[in-house]
């Protein structure tokens, strides 16, 4: 028949003993064990799962119910030493086998069975021996004899190594924990120096904790020991225990290897912990640093956008006031040229018809007087003919071409046409090339230059009195008013009255007039030379003017030779093109959407192409860059809403010339030279081109090179107003 067997405790793991069991047996289970304490006779045998209740505790009750009923607590392995070490010191659990899961095979009931009769045998055995020897026994004997009994099984039960020695330090006991932990039977240690069979790692540390143990409190040590080839660590106690006359000292050790080396472990953790947190902090220091940064740089930008907007409102406004003057001086230029071109016109008209007589016949006075109304008209004409000529040039309404020109044509044509004035005065005229073995070329629009070529000599020969002389010669000069250039020049010399020299400054500026009597005489409003100046400047050259008074003057009017070498106030803006198309302001557009770019690659670039700008910082090369760039960028799109609105473009280029001008202060002070300069230009222009092509994908290319080609005009601009700041070489000759 097979054996009953009641399982208490109902856990869901490990079910596979249970399931074993119930397929060998005849099981019960109790979720309350309390509920089937009533019945336990119906059972051989009682299994306790450790795992689901207090296996001890239900020992004592199922025990108190029923002393014959064989109780086994399941456990798992590891639970096992520490459940035999409680057990002993609990009372009342009977005779308690502690099984693991792997014991429960079908055999189990019957070797529990077993166990249980042969220590209720053994039980038996000794109370009868105890009792015998009660009988013929001191009462003392008994209890030493009881002692060591207890003693020994404590000992062997003891999961701590326990050791005793002599006197001589000659080991005298030596428990199964300790032959575990030292790898050496109790054999090979017992008689031998304990320091000896112990193998401590520092062996004085040892001895003195060992001798110290003479007084009778325990001492206590944490002691490393070479045991068993390892390196363990244990919590050493010692006492000296005194007994009918003899002394021993007791060894306990408590193995902390395992709790040191995770708290090693937790220490080195925790010391990493402390370096990550500190990390943490240096990197939470460097992000709130970070952050202020961009906060300023936020600020900055703020402040940068704040000038945008304003100078986006400022362009409008001037481009609306522009708009409104422009459209006043257009009417004005108008009603000038309608209202009193054509009364002149129609007395100049009707003064012809009266000279040919077809009203009737004049008298001689009569016909006088016509031809004096006649030379008035046409004086008249002329007149304002110059004062349109002076308010179009003001109000850059002047086409002025800028081609490469020889300048003996404008001088021969000039000279042809104040040659019979001066033939008729007696002045001798003459004209002389200066080039030497070349031939002079200016850049400029012929047309405008003869008419400022005619304009001086008229006055040279108007101011020179009868048999004197004036020369008109041309040439190049390697220096010039032009932004010291070098330049091509036209000369007019006179034998004149001259100019005082408190009026020389005053004779450019419109209807200032020296000499009134005469210039009565000979006509003139005084616009003359405030015209010829106005369109050389707008061919990038400029009029200057000496004089000797009573010895004469000489005029000179100064052009480019080359294309670029423009004046920083002339207008970036072809006057020739009435409207830019809207791929230009594209290209503008393209510019400032790039700027960062730019920004970046012009500071690379330059680094890698001059080696001052090496050992400076961005912030100093960048400087002011990034606005001079916007501003290209907001005069490209100005230019094409301009509608003829040229101031907005002229504010456009007047921030550049003070950009440009900065520019040129601050490359000087860092040790720049013309030539680096030159090359910091060259390698912008390109760099702005680059990026105006990788924006541009989809802009017509014919607008790309009309805008691209605007850019070069305003940068060659700045370039000459830079310069004027720089030593014109690199002493060093290095500029790679
Ligand atoms: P205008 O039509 O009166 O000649 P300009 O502007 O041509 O006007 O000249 C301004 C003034 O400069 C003249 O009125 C004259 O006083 C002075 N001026 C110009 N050229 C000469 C010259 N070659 N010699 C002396 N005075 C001159």
Known sequence: MAARVLIVGDSAEPASWRSSLTRSFQVDTAADADALMHGTAHFDAALIDGSAVDPLLMAQRLHARDAALQLTVVAASGE???????????????????AEPSDLDAAFVERAAQVTRQRRGFQTMHRRIEHDLAAIEPHSIRRAFISDAYLATLLGLLPDPVMSFDHDMRVI??????????????GTALGRHILDVTTPVDRARLEKLLTGSASPSPARDEIAFLADGQLRVAEALTARVSAEGRTAHLLVLHDVTEQRRIQTELEANATELEAQSEELQHQSAMLEEAHADLATVNEELQQANAA???????????????????????????????????????????????????????????????????????????????????????????????????????????????????????????????????????????????????NLLSNAVKFTARGGRVEIAYGVASESPLDGADAAFIRVTDTGIGIEPADLARIFKPFEQVQQGRTRDHGGAGLGLAISRELAQLMGGDITVTSDVGRGSTFILWLPRTGTNVQPRLDIADPAVEQYPEGVAEVGRAIQHALDDIKLEFTRELRAAISVARQLPDAVLQDHVATYVADIGQTLIDLVARSGATPLVRDGSEIQHLIADLHGRQR???????????????????????????????????????????????????????????????PTGDNS
């Open 668 to 730: 000087a002070l860092f040790g720049w030279t013309a030539d680096s300069l030159r090359r910091e230009i060259e390698i912008l222009l390109d760099v702005i081109d680059r990026a105006v092509r990788r924006e541009c994908r989809d802009c017509n290319a014919a607008d790309i090179d009309a805008g691209m080609q605007i850019v070069q005009r305003m940068i060659a601009t700045s370039e000459q107003v830079s310069l004027r700041h720089l030593a014109p070489a690199d």
């Open 173 to 186: 006991s030596w428990n199964d924990a300790a032959t575990q932990f030292f790898g050496r039977n109790r």
């Open 80 to 98: 096992r030493p520490s459940l035999e070490r409680a057990m002993i010191l609990r009372r009342g659990v009977g005779e308690l086998w502690i």
């Open 308 to 454: 945008l907007t304003q100078r986006t409102a400022d362009a409008e406004k001037a481009r609306e006031e522009a708009e409104r003057a422009n459209r006043a001086k257009s009417e004005f230029l108008a009603t000038m040229s309608h209202e009193i071109r054509t009364p002149i016109n129609a007395i100049i008209g009707y003064n012809e018809l009266l000279q040919m007589e077809l009203a009737g016949p004049l008298t001689a006075q009569q016909r006088q007087h016509l031809e004096r109304v006649h030379s008035s008209s046409q004086h008249l004409l002329a007149l304002i003919q110059d004062v349109l000529d002076l308010a179009r040039i003001e109000a850059r309404r002047v086409d002025v071409e800028t081609e490469r020109a020889l300048a003996v044509n404008a001088v021969a044509a000039a000279v042809e046409i104040v040659a019979a004035t001066a033939h008729a005065r007696d002045i001798a005229l003459s004209s002389v090339a200066l080039a030497d073995g070349g031939e002079t070329y200016y850049y400029g629009d012929e047309r405008r230059v003869q008419q400022i070529l005619v």
